[in-house]
């Protein structure tokens, strides 16, 4: 939070570390204090977040805002990849098939890249949306030969339930995992948020009636390969 020289609220900012990369999920000034280095006070604030967890990428949605898109690429951020934000009526095409879920929580026991995902929902990194969705059950994972090959979440609202974070293995996996959520979440409507260069896992989507309703940038400081996270949480990162 960024305070003026008279004890005001001049913003706030909220991050989540993921993995190797520090997600900026807000980043708010007040109206009386933009333009004076509030916002760039913030930004430097949650960069030294995350150089303290030895993060090596910034991250973030960027609103649909002008200014706040220029703010971001002002501040040396550059386009990282297209999201669709999805949308699609339950159907009955997403029967869950093959290995069952696996419920996600204090006890669970995963193995290799994907256990930074399980030490978030043990308070690892304390994002309050992966503890709340473990709390409420709605974590699990997919696994093969005993082992995982993704990790996904739902959240549920009074008329929609929202799917993601999808974070698997491979493209493949995490295609798998995709109806199963589906199935298991439930509602009469369903939305996700996916990077355009997740083509698998957007196939399989569009198999389950999902089409795009609209689309948003993702903004990062630095390249990196592959996404192993495929999939947003009520629409706000993957």
Same mark, same amino acid.
Do not use: Q
């Given at each position: 939070?960024?305070?003026?020289?008279? /004890? @005001?609220?001049?913003?706030?900012?909220?991050? #989540?570390?993921?993995?190797?990369?520090?997600?900026?999920?807000?980043?708010?000034?007040?109206?009386?204090? !933009?333009?004076?280095?509030?916002?760039?006070?913030?930004?430097?604030?949650? !960069?030294?977040?995350?150089?303290?967890?030895?993060?090596? #990428?910034?991250?973030?949605?960027? +609103?649909?805002?002008?200014?706040?898109?220029?703010?971001?690429?002002?501040?040396?951020?550059?386009?990282?990849?297209?999201?669709?934000?999805?949308?699609?009526? $339950?159907?009955?095409?997403?029967? #869950?098939?093959?290995? +069952?879920?696996?419920?996600?929580?204090?006890?669970?026991?995963?193995?290799?890249?994907?256990?930074?995902?399980?030490?978030?929902?043990?308070?690892?990194? @304390? +994002?309050?949306?992966?503890?709340?969705?473990?709390?409420? /059950?709605?974590?699990?994972?997919?696994?093969?030969?005993?082992?995982? %090959?993704?990790?996904?979440?739902?959240?549920? &609202?009074?008329d929609r339930a929202a799917l993601?974070?999808?974070?698997?293995?491979? +493209?493949?996996?995490?295609?798998?995992?995709?109806?199963?959520?589906?199935?298991?979440?439930? &509602?009469? !409507?369903?939305?996700? $948020?996916?990077?355009?260069?997740?083509?698998?896992?957007?196939?399989?989507?569009?198999?389950?009636?999902?089409? $795009? %309703?609209?689309?948003?940038?993702?903004? #990062?400081?630095? !390249?990196?390969?592959?996404?192993?996270?495929?999939?947003?949480? /009520?629409? @706000?990162?993957?």
């Amino acid at each position: 939070m960024a305070v003026d020289s008279e /004890g @005001r609220v001049a913003g706030s900012a909220a991050v #989540a570390v993921r993995e190797d990369a520090l997600l900026l999920l807000s980043l708010e000034v007040t109206a009386s204090h !933009r333009g004076k280095g509030a916002g760039h006070a913030l930004l430097e604030a949650a !960069r030294a977040y995350g150089a303290a967890r030895r993060v090596r #990428a910034l991250e973030v949605l960027a +609103p649909d805002d002008p200014s706040a898109l220029a703010f971001f690429l002002g501040a040396g951020l550059f386009l990282r990849a297209l999201v669709l934000e999805m949308s699609a009526e $339950a159907c009955a095409k997403a029967e #869950a098939k093959g290995a +069952p879920l696996h419920a996600v929580g204090s006890a669970a026991s995963l193995y290799g890249w994907i256990a930074a995902l399980d030490r978030e929902t043990r308070g690892f990194a @304390r +994002p309050r949306d992966w503890a709340w969705w473990a709390a409420e /059950g709605n974590v699990v994972s997919l696994k093969r030969g005993g082992r995982a %090959v993704a990790l996904g979440a739902w959240s549920t &609202g009074p008329d929609r339930a929202a799917l993601g974070p999808i974070a698997a293995k491979t +493209p493949e996996a995490a295609a798998d995992l995709l109806p199963l959520l589906v199935s298991r979440a439930g &509602g009469k !409507r369903l939305s996700l $948020a996916l990077p355009a260069e997740a083509r698998t896992l957007l196939l399989a989507a569009a198999s389950l009636g999902f089409r $795009a %309703v609209s689309t948003r940038l993702l903004l #990062a400081d630095r !390249r990196r390969g592959d996404l192993r996270r495929y999939a947003g949480g /009520g629409g @706000r990162f993957f």
